[in-house]
């Protein structure tokens, strides 16, 4: 950590893993609680020196590199109780080299605190590994989304995989059981996302002329429709698997809801009434899994291919949901 003063002038030497950030972002992270707005004033005030020089907020750090920051009050660190402090967690890991960490995230569990939770699978990490000196987030996974999760050991391979992302790698294939009946085996979805807030407060998405585009393609790859079904005033069930051509927020719960096939359990998206009847099935939480991951590795080249198996309760259903089709 930075120690940064209230009363005279701060020289932070930039380490190793910092380099190649943006000043104004590098600036951001260490200087808690101060508004980005304040810190680009007092970059082009002059206050803010690079080795000794002026600069710019887009200027890239090295390693070595000293900033000069004035005199500034950071926001007072308030320290959490233990009942607020993330506790240390290992997950199941999947890949882990010097560079690059992924692991099998269970559901129910948020991949970063904030928003009303206080902590997430990243906070967790750094917490059971106090000695490692960089451990960031690649990507995103929802709250009650289980399966693959990266996350970067040096910022060099950050960089990488997020240039990786913007240009739609790596490939990335989920599971997803849908309540209704999809007509194709395979399609493609292509379908703007737009995202707003919704009345809760809630970060939101629908398709929308004026959203980001979006492209799933869905693969089939069971069908259920039986009397254990009927039982609870359910019709169809499909089971399925999306690649992702893009990665749109909430891009697959979307998609499948426009159409009319939302994917069972998703209690933003989905059937209210269909998620109610599934639960006395068994089914407790939505059903969607990153279950595979092909990438470059980010530092070698390297060809990846991860896969994260469906959990054993996600699994069990669909055992469940084929046994009684075999039994009709």
């Given at each position: 950590?930075?120690?940064?003063?209230?009363?005279?002038?701060?020289?932070?030497?930039?380490?190793?893993?910092?380099?190649?950030?943006?000043?104004?972002?590098?600036?951001?992270?260490?200087?808690?609680?101060?508004?980005?707005?304040?810190?680009?004033?007092?970059?082009?005030?002059?206050?803010?020196?690079?080795?000794?020089?002026?600069?710019?907020?887009?200027?890239?750090?090295?390693?070595?590199?000293?900033?000069?920051?004035?005199?500034?009050?950071?926001?007072?660190?308030?320290?959490?109780?233990?009942?607020?402090?993330?506790?240390?967690?290992?997950?199941?890991?999947?890949?882990?080299?010097?560079?690059?960490?992924?692991?099998?995230?269970?559901?129910?569990?948020?991949?970063?605190?904030?928003?009303?939770?206080?902590?997430?699978?990243?906070?967790?990490?750094?917490?059971?590994?106090?000695?490692?000196?960089?451990?960031?987030?690649?990507?995103?996974?929802?709250?009650?989304?289980?399966?693959?999760?990266?996350?970067?050991?040096?910022?060099?391979?950050?960089?990488?995989?997020?240039?990786?992302?913007?240009?739609?790698?790596?490939?990335?294939?989920?599971?997803?059981?849908?309540?209704?009946?999809?007509?194709?085996?395979?399609?493609?979805?292509?379908?703007?996302?737009?995202?707003?807030?919704?009345?809760?407060?809630?970060?939101?998405?629908?398709?929308?002329?004026?959203?980001?585009?979006?492209?799933?393609?869905?693969?089939?790859?069971?069908?259920?429709?039986?009397?254990?079904?009927?039982?609870?005033?359910?019709?169809?069930?499909?089971?399925?698997?999306?690649?992702?051509?893009?990665?749109?927020?909430?891009?697959?719960?979307?998609?499948?809801?426009?159409?009319?096939?939302?994917?069972?359990?998703?209690?933003?998206?989905?059937?209210?009434?269909?998620?109610?009847?599934?639960?006395?099935?068994?089914?407790?939480?939505m059903f969607l899994h990153a279950s595979e991951l092909h990438l470059a590795h980010p530092l070698t080249g390297e060809k990846l291919i991860l896969k994260a198996p469906l959990p054993q309760e996600l699994a069990q259903f669909v055992l469940m949901l084929e046994n009684q089709e075999?039994?009709?």
């Amino acid at each position: 950590m930075h120690a940064i003063r209230k009363d005279s002038v701060s020289l932070i030497a930039v380490a190793e893993h910092e380099e190649g950030q943006r000043l104004d972002n590098y600036l951001i992270k260490i200087l808690k609680g101060v508004p980005k707005s304040h810190i680009h004033r007092i970059i082009r005030a002059g206050e803010v020196r690079l080795n000794k020089k002026r600069c710019k907020p887009d200027n890239r750090i090295q390693a070595g590199d000293t900033v000069r920051i004035p005199p500034i009050r950071t926001a007072e660190k308030q320290r959490p109780s233990e009942s607020q402090a993330a506790p240390a967690r290992e997950f199941d890991i999947v890949y882990e080299d010097d560079a690059l960490l992924v692991i099998n995230k269970p559901s129910g569990v948020a991949v970063h605190g904030g928003s009303g939770v206080s902590f997430g699978v990243i906070e967790q990490i750094r917490r059971a590994r106090p000695e490692a000196r960089y451990l960031e987030l690649v990507h995103r996974l929802d709250k009650d989304t289980s399966g693959l999760l990266m996350i970067a050991k040096k910022r060099s391979a950050l960089v990488k995989l997020h240039e990786a992302i913007r240009n739609d790698h790596p490939k990335k294939i989920y599971l997803a059981l849908c309540v209704g009946r999809l007509p194709n085996d395979r399609f493609h979805v292509k379908l703007p996302l737009f995202k707003y807030t919704g009345a809760q407060g809630e970060k939101m998405v629908r398709v929308s002329e004026d959203g980001q585009s979006a492209h799933t393609i869905f693969r089939v790859l069971n069908r259920f429709s039986d009397c254990l079904l009927h039982q609870v005033g359910l019709s169809d069930l499909t089971f399925v698997e999306a690649t992702l051509k893009t990665g749109r927020t909430h891009q697959i719960r979307v998609h499948l809801q426009s159409q009319d096939c939302p994917i069972a359990g998703d209690e933003r998206y989905g059937d209210y009434q269909a998620n109610k009847r599934l639960q006395k099935l068994g089914l407790k939480r939505m059903f969607l899994h990153a279950s595979e991951l092909h990438l470059a590795h980010p530092l070698t080249g390297e060809k990846l291919i991860l896969k994260a198996p469906l959990p054993q309760e996600l699994a069990q259903f669909v055992l469940m949901l084929e046994n009684q089709e075999k039994a009709v």
